[in-house]
């Protein structure tokens, strides 16, 4: 049965590539890139090195696309990681015959009237990525109007599988994120994110109906850009029989501009925190397992993307204590195939994660050259410094500041 089933599947292979031009249209793409970098003093301290680590890895995406027609397509996109060396079961290691392969997305696109629609695992993103920027398995449909769209999207987040009461722990997301063009610069972008469970075992809970609705406004003008994102949250979940209500928020507004041939960027980010972690209210901004907001490269993940420094949040903009941040940036090209870019960073803790220890996470620099070494082949240098606050050191016997140094190869097709 088994050779029957690999038998089955070369010949669908054979088949999906020997169709008629016409009838299939095969599109191909992807990206890769191995990245040199090494993460010291992340904890806040120098003793005990329990973040300290240097590595390489690297990382392939590989992209099929089966086009059957102008209104129905097939979209798949398979990852491959691997740590260089001896480490687990991938395949950086001396043999190089692990089995690393990852299915990214795999979902079927079709075009009726004015409806797009994705059923599958796909990339999905929300409010900028605040709320969710990932991959997620269910239905899209987006109606598409002239100056306008409405995504709508079911997203299975947990499935509670078969037996008694196992339907109840399904957990399930519903949003509705209409996008309005107020003129060729100008948009407006309101969404509803619902997500609901009867009994929510998987996060430790049990009923669930935890609602975010927040806004996106974005002006693009020739020589600058602004934006703003407003989310506010609402709801409750039953907590071992104690009913806590949601009611954390988020604002945050960021920009561009250029400044003879340099460019200027900034944002303002402030996501709430609970003040008592004993009442009934959650109060902190929450987000799901899925979000992701890159921002500084030590505290908020950054190129590297590995570990974030101690008690900063990653790239997950959310946690009891809440947090705030300022950034100011400035990029330029001082060569055709040359660009730099430096940014300053201060973050703090919107409430103490302990008594007695200062709210602020410190103030970070983090410096940037991207060089094109041949066409379509890309190389980034690193470096960034975190003039560590208390919430970073928890004022250690051993404080010490963490920063960064990498490089990263990268090429896409």
Not at 80 to 95: L, Q
Request: glycine share 10%; proline share 2%.
């Amino acid at each position: 049965m088994k050779k029957l089933g690999i038998f089955a599947l070369a010949a669908l292979f054979v088949a999906m590539f020997t169709l008629p031009a016409a009838a299939v249209e095969h599109q191909f793409g992807g990206y890769w890139r191995t990245r040199f970098f090494t993460n010291q003093n992340f904890t806040g301290e120098d003793e005990t090195e329990a973040q300290d680590i240097s590595v390489s890895d690297s990382r392939t995406r590989l992209y099929y696309t089966a086009v059957l027609n102008d209104n129905l397509k097939l979209v798949n996109k398979f990852e491959m990681d691997t740590d260089w060396g001896d480490g687990g079961a991938e395949y950086g290691d001396i043999g190089a015959d692990g089995i690393a392969i990852e299915v990214k997305n795999t979902y079927a696109e079709f075009k009726i009237s004015n409806w797009l629609t994705r059923v599958g695992t796909q990339p999905l993103a929300l409010a900028r990525g605040f709320l969710f920027d990932d991959d997620g398995t269910g239905l899209l449909a987006i109606y598409l109007g002239d100056t306008f769209n409405v995504p709508l999207l079911w997203l299975k987040v947990v499935e509670g599988g078969m037996g008694y009461n196992a339907n109840e722990q399904d957990i399930d997301a519903y949003v509705i994120t209409p996008t309005f063009h107020l003129s060729e610069t100008m948009k407006i972008n309101p969404y509803v994110l619902y997500i609901y469970s009867e009994e929510a075992a998987a996060v430790g809970f049990d009923d669930l109906n935890w609602w975010s609705l927040g806004v996106d406004f974005d002006v693009t003008m020739e020589a600058w850009s602004l934006w703003l994102t407003a989310i506010m949250q609402t709801g409750d979940v039953d907590a071992g029989g104690t009913t806590m209500d949601f009611s954390g928020w988020l604002a945050a507004i960021g920009g561009s501009t250029t400044i003879g041939a340099a460019g200027v960027h900034g944002e303002f980010v402030y996501a709430s925190g609970d003040d008592d972690l004993g009442d009934d209210d959650i109060e902190n901004f929450t987000s799901t397992a899925g979000s992701s907001y890159y921002w500084a490269e030590i505290m908020g993940l950054g190129l590297f993307d590995d570990q974030a420094s101690n008690n900063a949040p990653g790239d997950k903009v959310c946690g009891a204590q809440g947090i705030w941040w300022v950034n100011l940036g400035v990029d330029f090209k001082p060569a055709d195939k040359v660009k730099l870019a430096l940014d300053l960073y201060y973050a703090s803790l919107v409430e103490e994660i302990a008594d007695g220890i200062d709210e602020p996470l410190g103030t970070e620099i983090d410096a940037r050259l991207t060089y094109e070494l041949v066409e379509g082949l890309n190389l980034d240098l690193v470096g960034a410094y975190l003039f560590a606050g208390e919430s970073t050191t928890m004022d250690s016997d051993d404080d010490a500041n963490p920063y960064e140094l990498g490089a990263q190869l990268s090429l896409s097709f």
